[in-house]
C-alpha cells in the first residue's frame, strides 16, 4: 500500500544513502509505520546487505515479493534487482537498475546501485555507462 508517509522514508533513506549519511535505520522506521509499503521493504534489504546481515536481507526481500502488486512497474523492477543481486546474478541486477533508470530516470538509488555493482563486478565503463543512458542525462 503506497502511502505518503511511506514515500517520505523512501526519500529520507535515499538522501542518507547518497551523502553517506548515519542514519540508514530511518527506512526500518518506515516499514514499523507501514509494514506493507515494498519499496521501504526492499530498502530494509539493502540496509541489510549493507550490514552484512543476509537472513535479516532475505527476509525483507521476501516480504516484498509477497506484496508486490503487478501494475507497480518501479516495485517490480527493484525486487527483480535485488533477488538478482542476492542470488549472485550481478549483471542481471545492474540491467534491472538501467531498466529503472530508463523509466524513472531521477531515481539516484537505482544509478547508485547500478554503479556500485559495475564496481562490484570490476567493469569500469558500466560505472560510466549508466549514468549515460540518454535518459538520465536530459
Not at 544513502?17 to 522506521?29: A, F, H, I, K, P
Not at 542476492?86 to 537505482?110: H, N, Q, T
Not at 544509478?111 to 560505472?127: I, P, V
Request: aromatic share 10%; net charge negative; glycine share 4%.
Amino acid at each position: 500500500m503506497e502511502s505518503s508517509s511511506s514515500l517520505a522514508y523512501v526519500d529520507k533513506y535515499v538522501d542518507e544513502v547518497m551523502r553517506y549519511g548515519q542514519n540508514w535505520g530511518v527506512v526500518l522506521s518506515g516499514i514499523a509505520e507501514n509494514e506493507e509499503h515494498v519499496l521501504t521493504n526492499v530498502l530494509a534489504c539493502d540496509l541489510y546487505i549493507a550490514l552484512e546481515d543476509v537472513c535479516k536481507a532475505i527476509s525483507y526481500l521476501t516480504i516484498a515479493r509477497s506484496l508486490l502488486k503487478v501494475e507497480n512497474e518501479k516495485d517490480r523492477l527493484y525486487v527483480e534487482a535485488w533477488e538478482a543481486w542476492m542470488s549472485g546474478s550481478l549483471d542481471v541486477s545492474y540491467e534491472r537498475f538501467c531498466e529503472i533508470l530508463v523509466k524513472f530516470p531521477d531515481d539516484m538509488l537505482a544509478l547508485k546501485r547500478g554503479q556500485l555493482l559495475a564496481f562490484l563486478s570490476g567493469k569500469a565503463q558500466k560505472m560510466v555507462d549508466i549514468a549515460k543512458i540518454p535518459q538520465v542525462v536530459q
